[in-house]
């Protein structure tokens, strides 16, 4: 099956050749998730990356409140976004559990072969690095606003230049 339209349309798309565009798209692995089931679960070892081709998928972590364990809600990935990159860069366990919201069409990428493909061609590696730094720092960014309007008067964003939905 051909994958080169969903990396196309998705956001690590910029960051690539259209040649580097399609060896991603070669070496993508589909997967469908129906609605409500987990694609993998908060402090799971992971050891692909994601790309969301069709659907909605939550990113959500367990919290304590009312003194029970619930989901809170993270944040939400859309069609052309993706998501598990912090297992994917530091191989650590999931920060997170993440959920079809939708049926979902999943492109993944597996470690292993990204690594291999990176060590024969350090431009690609930078490239896709590149790419998922500035998704988490758009994500922390929005995060960080989240939370500080927690705590400040909606004047003070103002104030100081912020957006309601700046991210």
């Known amino acids: 099956m051909d994958f080169l339209p969903d ?9 690539f050749t259209d040649t580097q565009q399609q060896i991603l798209a070669d070496m993508a692995e589909q997967h469908i998730v129906h609605k409500n089931n987990t ?9 692909r990356l994601y790309l969301c081709a069709e659907g909605k998928v939550i990113i959500e972590r367990r919290s304590f409140r009312n003194m029970q364990i619930s989901p809170t809600l993270v944040y939400s990935v859309q069609r052309g976004n ?13 920060s997170a559990t993440a959920r079809a919201k939708s049926r979902v069409r999943l492109l993944t990428f597996d470690y ?12 690609f590696g930078f490239r896709f690095m ?19 309007r927690q705590f400040y008067h909606p004047s003070f964003f103002a104030y100081h ?6 991210s």
Do not use: C
Not at 7 to 15: C, G, L, R, W
Not at 161 to 166: I, P
């Open 112 to 123: 292993e072969s990204l690594n291999v493909l990176f060590e024969n061609d350090r431009d």
């Open 130 to 148: 590149q790419a998922i730094s500035t998704q988490l720092a758009r994500r922390l960014r929005r995060m960080n606003n989240k939370w500080l």
């Open 39 to 47: 694609i993998f679960y908060e402090y799971s070892k992971q050891e």
């Open 7 to 15: 990396i196309k349309q998705s956001v690590i798309a910029p960051y």
């Open 161 to 166: 230049g912020f957006h309601k939905d700046a």
């Open 82 to 94: 993706i998501f598990g990159e912090m297992g994917y860069i530091d191989r650590h366990y999931s």
